[in-house]
């Protein structure tokens, strides 16, 4: 592919994209992603401000790099005044959580020495940074080394099945929460046991393993993509914005609460910066990011519009297609070794959406629901996104950053408007939307092109 010409967002953008980010990552911190009447508006003006972004290109007098900083110092006090993950509860007093604020206090003062431009070691203090984050997050592994979660076995015996010749999609789980669990539908839990395999796409397996067979625990993948995604955003673009923008994403409240509860959801942030960083460094191999991102989760299909606006204007309708075959090859490749190992278990445990109608979900089905307003079909993000996808594409900048922005607008709708919106759902909606921003580019104008 070659660059685009392009229409990144104005610094209104910017801003708006940046209050998105802080006020969800504010309501999450608040509820730990579950539902709370008095959390609603928050995450609706976190919804309509990510999609403002998309359609207002006015310049704002307010400089971004003001608007981020703030909201890092935000976040930072909030991680500081609430315990990093739920595992900790007996920890409030306890001495080992000295060096988590300890890390914080570097990283105010890392992050700060950026935004003054007086930096001792302007090239360093980024990834010093990111290690002190990779240390804080070490230590909140091993503070909470079992998490009492589903996933988290699901992960360790998925893993462990498949390194030893198992399928594992045909496998079962232990039921941490008892067979008249709400969390599941009738039948799925028989005698303590889930009636299904690995429940993700191959893709997501397959990056589990690293931290299970080094670390003997699978978290130490999501986050190693945790730092791998704020190095993707940092060095997407030179200067301090990008870097500015993965400090945020890094220090989002709930960080340590997702990586402590082994959701995935770090793994979409992964794919969704690697498509942003190869369409910028490598653009002509931005399919095979663009496969990643495709078949890393069942519902990733509904970024498929984000991907067009990767695509040169005029478009060619050759360089879509070509575009697609590529990255359905590659989704393809890693997919279906899997799907033939045992068709029927794979359909069973990744394609047997086991959807329950939560109302403990922090989105706008279940206020409806708890409210008794009414109650809206638990399918009804699907056809949510319809006009999402159909704003962004005539809308939303023709560049990486207006990738990266309508992928965060459609997943914030499929979550908002399903019975499934929690605290790892909205995670990657942050991390995308702190893609857009690190890959925003001040003062340019429509039409010209960027590489």
Not at 9 to 28: C, D, E, H, N, Q
Not at 37 to 51: C, M, N, R, S, T
Not at 297 to 305: A, L, R, S, T
Not at 332 to 340: D, E, M
Request: aromatic share 12%; proline share 8%; hydrophobic share 55%.
């Amino acid at each position: 592919m070659t660059a685009a010409a392009v229409r990144p967002p104005s610094s209104v953008s910017a801003v708006l994209i940046t209050f998105s980010v802080v006020v969800l990552g504010y309501a999450l911190q608040w509820t730990h992603g579950h539902y709370l009447k008095e959390a609603i508006p928050l995450v609706l003006a976190a919804w309509g401000a990510a999609l403002l972004a998309m359609t207002w290109h006015w310049r704002s007098p307010l400089p971004v790099e003001v608007a981020i900083g703030g909201a890092i110092a935000a976040q930072l006090y909030l991680l500081s005044v609430v315990l990093p993950t739920i595992e900790m509860t007996a920890l409030r007093e306890a001495k080992d959580l000295h060096p988590f604020f300890m890390g914080l206090t570097i990283v105010a003062v890392l992050a700060g020495s950026a935004l003054s431009e007086r930096a001792a070691f302007p090239r360093l203090w980024f990834p010093a940074v990111v290690l002190v984050h990779l240390a804080m997050g070490v230590l909140v592994l091993k503070l909470a080394p079992s998490p009492q979660i589903d996933v988290f076995g699901i992960e360790v015996d998925s893993v462990k099945a498949m390194l030893g010749g198992v399928n594992p999609y045909s496998i079962t789980f232990p039921n941490p929460y008892g067979d008249n669990s709400p969390f599941f539908p009738p039948g799925v839990s028989v005698n303590g046991r889930l009636q299904f395999g690995f429940v993700y796409p191959p893709l997501a397996l397959l990056l589990c393993v690293p931290g299970q067979v080094l670390f003997g625990d699978p978290r130490y993948s999501t986050l190693a993509a945790m730092s791998g995604a704020a190095l993707l955003m940092g060095y997407a673009r030179p200067g301090t914005l990008p870097k500015l923008a993965a400090v945020l994403f890094l220090f989002t409240p709930r960080s340590f609460f997702v990586l402590d509860r082994a959701w995935t959801d770090p793994f979409v942030v992964l794919v969704v910066a690697a498509v942003a960083f190869t369409a910028i460094h490598r653009p002509k191999y931005v399919w095979v990011a663009a496969g990643f991102y495709l078949c890393l989760k069942q519902h990733m299909f509904i970024g498929i519009p984000a991907l067009l606006l990767l695509v040169p204007r005029p478009m060619k309708w050759r360089e879509v297609v070509s575009l697609g075959l590529k990255a359905g090859g590659v989704a393809l490749a890693i997919t279906a070794p899997f799907f033939l190992w045992g068709p029927g278990a794979f359909i069973n445990s990744v394609l047997n959406i086991r959807e329950v109608y939560r109302l403990d979900s922090l989105g706008l089905l279940a206020h409806l629901a708890n409210q008794n307003i009414a109650r809206l079909s638990k399918w009804s993000g699907l056809g949510a996104i319809v006009p999402i996808a159909a704003l962004g594409l005539w809308k939303a900048p023709r560049s990486v950053s207006g990738f990266a922005l309508l992928t965060a607008a459609t997943h914030f709708t499929l979550y908002l408007f399903s019975t499934h919106a929690f605290c790892n759902e909205y995670y990657n909606v942050i991390g995308s939307l702190c893609v857009a921003l690190a890959t925003w580019i001040p003062g340019e104008r429509p039409g010209l092109a960027v590489s």
